[in-house]
């Protein structure tokens, strides 16, 4: 599986941004699906995490209420809507894929990993 994070950019405090990571290869739907960030001098963080049919999702405490995670498999394709963007959620993005039926919020249980896509959020 080869993954490709994009629609990064530079937006204002409480502004949106929607990151879509397209999948390549087979057998994306039966992948967990995770976004992790990590900023400058910090350690990579968990973001989102969604089950192979989308009915299941997860998210890290810092962005509860202001995220949204979600898949389209027809287009192997996994999204993360940001909303109301903080200046500490300026990070490098990257979508991740697990193997398994089970979401997990640890990066050593994710097999595969895009490349990131930067999100700077200016006060």
């Known amino acids: 599986v080869q993954l490709q994070a994009y629609g990064g950019g530079l937006v204002q405090a409480g502004g949106s941004l929607r990151l879509s990571c397209a999948a390549s290869?087979?057998?994306?739907?039966?992948?967990?699906m995770g976004w992790f960030r990590q900023a400058p001098g910090k350690e990579r963080e968990f973001v989102a995490a969604v089950t192979w049919s989308g009915g299941s999702t997860h998210y890290g405490d810092s962005v509860k209420g202001r995220f949204t995670i979600s898949r389209d498999n027809a287009k192997n394709t996994v999204y993360l809507q940001m909303k109301s963007l903080k200046p500490e959620d300026t990070a490098v993005y990257y979508c991740?894929?697990?193997?398994?039926?089970?979401?997990?919020?640890?990066?050593?249980?994710?097999?595969?990993w895009g490349q990131g896509t930067q999100v700077t959020v200016s006060s």
């Open positions: 991740a894929a697990r193997p398994s039926a089970y979401v997990s919020t640890w990066a050593y249980e994710y097999e595969y």
């Open positions: 290869g087979r057998a994306f739907s039966s992948y967990v």
